[in-house]
């Protein structure tokens, strides 16, 4: 069974860093593409950033230069650094699995979500 | 970038009614577009991929169609867990997804 668990989220101040964790069981990271995706509150979803499998990553222009994306593949884990955050930033953050059939792909295994909070 | 718009942003409707919900790009995106519905607290869940497929496990009352810029979401006889908000994906330009606005199905 595949299981995904974000962590580290939590409340900021405008200008703060963080550091989202995704852990993952039941694949391994390194062969999977994966995404973030967040959702602030009463909205709908925001896709954030890419990871290929070889590493190279892809942000959303509202993220881009602030956020980036890494992973760790002996602890088969996701990570999401968020730097200069803003309350526009406010959101729950999940990471998701990109799966493919051909050349078609979709976020098809994800996480519970955490909460970032960015307030003074 | 390609713009999703779904119509109708809410919609309300009874157990066993047949409802459809639709998705417009901006540009063609052949039929790299998925569906996703999420429940209130929970994660969204993949029902269609590329257009029509269903995602393994999800009931056959579901279906998608559509290619080029037009798409629709039908549910043929809703049941009361699938009381949620429904969003379209495109992935014709991976790695950069958008997502459409959502359509919350209510009761």
């Known amino acids: 069974e595949v299981q995904l668990l974000e962590t580290g989220g939590g409340l900021i101040q405008p200008g703060g860093s963080l550091r989202l964790s995704c852990a993952v069981s039941?694949?391994?990271?390194?062969?999977?593409?994966m995404s973030w995706v967040r959702q602030a509150p009463g909205k709908g979803l925001e896709w954030v950033s890419f990871i290929y499998t070889d590493g190279n990553t892809h942000y959303a222009d509202s993220v881009k230069g602030r956020f980036t994306g890494s992973r760790d593949d002996a602890k088969n884990t996701l990570f999401l650094q968020m730097n200069s955050l803003t309350p526009e930033d406010t959101a729950v953050y999940y990471c998701?699995?990109?799966?493919?059939?051909?050349?078609?792909?979709?976020?098809?295994?994800w996480g519970q979500g955490t909460q970032v909070t960015v307030s003074s | 970038d390609i713009q999703m718009t779904q119509s109708p942003s809410s919609l309300s409707a009874s157990v066993g009614d047949r409802v459809t919900i639709t998705c417009r790009a901006s540009q063609s995106i052949s039929k790299y577009l998925n569906w996703y519905q999420q429940k209130p607290g929970k994660a969204p869940k993949l029902l269609i991929y590329a257009a029509s497929i269903l995602q393994s496990g999800v009931p056959s009352r579901f279906s998608g169609s559509g290619s080029g810029t037009d798409f629709t979401l039908t549910v043929s006889s809703l049941q009361p867990e699938d009381f949620a908000t429904y969003y379209c994906?495109?992935?014709?330009?991976?790695?950069?997804?958008?997502f459409g606005q959502g359509t919350k199905l209510e009761i």
């Open positions: 998701a699995t990109v799966g493919g059939r051909d050349s078609y792909s979709y976020c098809d295994f």
């Open positions: 039941g694949l391994t990271v390194s062969s999977n593409h």
């Open positions: 994906q495109q992935s014709f330009s991976t790695p950069i997804y958008t």
